[in-house]
């Protein structure tokens, strides 16, 4: 067990804490990744450079991240739950919804990134034939307004069926006797809902959006596959990828301080949310 453990630790430390405090380090300079450039030790002028010169994209980056994260956060767990209560069973119908649920899991963002493409071309894709029958025109993943919505979509569809998957593991720990016993006293659907199933949801519901708020923070490359952050699309994830490693702008140092904002910005996000999910699991568990 000590074996497995100190490996597992290894590991982390090795792939999880190491990058982070290069990244932290990288930074502080100027480091452009260029082979040959010198690279000096510049303190925090890349993060002035962010919050005090205000680097064209990097506050329009904040909201679009928290338009991004809430929406995604929102519109997944909501429609997993929804599948979840109507997949709980083991028939043949239910167990082949929830195979084709978890597919997108594992087709690979560049897959993904394609498909959605590919369905939503302004000129000659399904989405383009159908919306201009009904004399709609529209640059979808290209429109200023759309775009955002659409990437929502599309990062909710890859990752709903792993959701749903544990929202059912959820519902099956419920006991069904309590259903029984309510349905003797005459509750609705919906008093069940609420009074039992909602409640005892509690400790699944923390972990559900806990993973897809860190994944939607953590985001950068289904978005690079589908917009490349343009179109109202540029979050902290994507503009650090970008400024990082865009060939016109290169600038890894500048990209670790932006990656280093959204490590800040991920921590300030998950301490108070799982503080507040916890004690909401107190609340309605005592």
């Known amino acids: 067990m000590w074996a497995g453990l100190g490996a597992g630790l290894a590991f982390y430390v090795a792939f999880g804490i190491v990058p982070t405090l290069a990244n932290v380090a990288i930074s502080f300079t100027d480091y452009s990744g260029l082979?040959?450039?010198?690279?000096?030790?510049?303190?925090?002028?890349?993060?002035?450079?962010?919050?005090?010169?205000?680097?064209?994209?990097f506050i329009s980056s904040l909201y679009e991240t928290l338009y991004f994260v809430v929406g995604?956060?929102?519109?997944?767990?909501?429609?997993?739950?929804?599948?979840?209560?109507?997949?709980?069973?083991?028939?043949?119908?239910?167990?082949?919804?929830?195979?084709?649920?978890?597919?997108?899991?594992?087709?690979?963002?560049?897959?993904v990134g394609i498909i959605w493409l590919l369905l939503f071309q302004p000129d000659s894709s399904p989405a383009a034939s159908l919306f201009g029958g009904i004399g709609v025109q529209s640059a979808f993943?290209?429109?200023?307004?759309?775009?955002?919505?659409?990437?929502?979509?599309?990062?909710?569809?890859?990752?709903?069926?792993?959701?749903?998957?544990?929202?059912?593991?959820?519902?099956?720990?419920?006991?069904?006797?309590?259903?029984?016993?309510?349905?003797i006293d005459g509750i609705t659907p919906w008093g069940r809902f609420r009074r039992m199933t909602w409640p005892l949801l509690a400790p699944v519901v923390t972990v559900n959006v806990l993973l897809a708020v860190i994944g939607a923070l953590t985001t950068y490359n289904l978005i690079y596959v589908l917009t490349d952050g343009d179109n109202g699309t540029n979050t902290l994830g994507i503009f650090a990828f970008n400024t990082?490693?865009?060939?016109?702008?290169?600038?890894?140092?500048l990209g670790a301080a932006v990656s280093s904002v959204l490590l800040v910005v991920a921590v300030l996000?998950?301490?108070p949310l799982v503080a507040l999910l916890k004690w909401r699991e107190r609340r309605v568990l005592a």
């Open 35 to 57: 082979p040959g450039s010198p690279t000096s030790w510049t303190g925090l002028q890349n993060y002035s450079t962010l919050f005090v010169a205000q680097r064209p994209g």
């Open 72 to 111: 995604v956060t929102v519109v997944q767990n909501t429609l997993a739950l929804l599948l979840a209560h109507r997949l709980q069973h083991t028939g043949r119908t239910e167990a082949l919804v929830r195979i084709l649920a978890f597919i997108p899991i594992v087709l690979g963002v560049t897959v």
């Open 141 to 183: 993943f290209g429109s200023g307004n759309l775009a955002m919505p659409l990437v929502i979509t599309v990062q909710v569809w890859q990752n709903l069926g792993f959701s749903m998957l544990v929202f059912i593991g959820g519902l099956k720990t419920i006991p069904t006797d309590i259903y029984e016993a309510a349905n």
């Open 244 to 253: 990082a490693f865009n060939s016109a702008t290169q600038d890894l140092g």
């Open 269 to 271: 996000v998950a301490v």
